[in-house]
């Protein structure tokens, strides 16, 4: 077999072979396959799409590319949530705590920034000392003591991932629906989850744009996971502004922290409840969503959750003190506000354009390994999100930057993300749709409203 007839079976439309796919996978992991051709085996899956078996076939390969977790012999069932990527997305550092507080364990294994789209890891290292490079037995123990891990791909765990994802993020071939899938659900699949909650965002910041194609990707990875007997659960979540205010990695810890005191922007303490009670519901830890919905309100209000975080923080070799006072996380050196050139309705707030923005500043990367700073980015004002009312000469939002020319050029950019109406405009549902399966997931098994 040769990678270049891959390749060009797969740019003129032609269907794959499980045992392509695998020599694919086998070869890039252990470096057989040099960058440049897997950067155009992407970009021909970005332009011709795979079947449904091309991509369960991708998956299974990635997933099995390293180890695969077996969490049994520490915890009866395993909750895992995965985001398909958005912008000033920190969900899994508010629900892992709050579902691991009501004693349903959550093992995760996540990412880093990803085009536009922040990173969970890149968030979670602006904790200084805070490590996302676990062994296998670290992750087991980690679960088993604390009931909240959060890791990233290693040698062992899902590799082809680990070399995928950051490949795809600096050549333009993030947004393909069998990539994003074949990536979310080996991660899922490798680090053990039994069960799985989908949190897809539709919208100019995410990689799916409308809400159709996210529906048809949440179902996509149902099927995957039904065939490999993990339960799936979906959530189409709105990403057509940022999620909270905070974009940027330690703003978007600071925010993460403020909802895990009961406080913080409304829009995400209510993604995170729900994204919370869905996990809840699959765990068996709630009898319905109400119910789910209550319990995890309440470990916000009652600190249970705030708690868990520490403990979590602490295990992973974070600096309890910077958390504590937020002071000590990283800042920038330079904040500058962008006012309402206008007074009027906020009618649009492109996520995108923050979040290319956010890259540009530093805070995500422009070459593979690049390092990113961990202190850059955007806050927007509370009054500055899609239906409000603004005056002119008001802050719609502070750039936080290194230098002064990456402020000048932020603040420039950020200028053209926004457009006012005179006339009222109605704000985004924070969830578009929930979608379950009525039990175990089947093979081919499609996703239902909920
Ligand atoms: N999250 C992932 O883990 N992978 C993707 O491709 C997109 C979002």
């Known amino acids: ?87 000033g997305d920190k969900t899994t550092l508010v629900v892992g705590p709050m579902v691991a507080s009501l004693g349903v364990p959550v093992g995760k294994m996540s990412g880093r920034g990803l085009s536009f789209s922040g990173g969970t890891l890149d968030k979670l290292e602006s904790i200084p000392g805070f490590n996302v490079n676990l062994t296998l037995e670290q992750f087991k123990r980690q679960l088993g003591e604390v009931g909240v891990v959060v890791a990233g791909q290693t040698q062992e765990l899902a590799p082809a991932d680990g070399k995928l994802y950051a490949l795809r993020d600096v050549t333009g071939t993030v947004p393909s629906l069998p990539l994003i899938a074949s990536s979310i659900m080996s991660k899922k699949i490798a680090a053990g989850a039994d069960a799985i909650v989908l949190d897809v965002k539709a919208g100019h910041g995410a990689f799916m744009e409308t809400v159709e194609e996210a529906v048809r990707l949440a179902e996509l990875m149902a099927q995957i996971g039904g065939r490999l007997g993990r339960m799936v659960t979906a959530l189409i979540g709105d990403m057509s502004q940022p999620l909270g205010l905070a974009v940027g990695n330690s703003l978007e810890v600071i925010e993460a922290i403020e909802v895990l ?100 500043l530093g805070g995500g990367r422009a070459k593979k390994g690049d390092p990113v700073d961990p202190a850059v980015g955007v806050v927007l004002a509370e009054r500055s999100k899609v239906g409000s009312r603004v005056e002119a000469g008001e802050p719609l939002l502070w750039v936080h930057a290194r230098t002064s020319e990456g402020l000048a050029a932020a603040l420039a950019r950020l200028a053209q993300a926004y457009s006012f109406s005179n006339a009222p405009v109605a704000a985004p549902p924070v969830i578009h749709r929930i979608l379950r399966t009525a039990g175990m997931s089947s093979p081919g098994k499609s996703l239902t409203p909920g």
């Open 1 to 87: 077999m040769r990678i270049v007839d891959i390749i060009t079976r797969k740019r003129d439309g032609g269907e794959l072979a499980r045992a392509e796919i695998e020599f694919f996978i086998k070869g890039y992991v252990s470096g057989d396959v040099p960058d440049y051709q897997a950067a155009a085996l992407c970009m021909a899956i970005y332009f011709q799409g795979m079947t449904p078996q091309e991509t369960a076939g991708l998956t299974e390969a990635m997933a099995f590319s390293g180890a695969t977790l077996d969490l049994h012999d520490v915890a009866p069932f395993i909750v895992d949530k995965h985001s398909s990527g958005g912008v």
């Open 261 to 360: 005191h009961g406080r913080g922007p409304a829009d995400f303490r209510e993604h995170c409840v729900e994204v919370a009670s869905e996990m809840l519901l699959i765990a068996g830890a709630a009898a319905t969503p109400e119910d789910g919905r209550m319990r995890a309100t309440k470990t916000l209000a009652d600190g249970s959750a705030w708690r868990k975080f520490r403990q979590f923080v602490a295990a992973q070799g974070g600096e309890l003190p910077a958390i504590d006072e937020q002071a000590r996380l990283p800042r920038a050196p330079l904040i500058e506000s962008l006012t309402a050139p206008v007074s009027g309705y906020l009618a649009r707030l492109d996520a995108r354009e923050v979040g290319y923005t956010v890259v540009e």
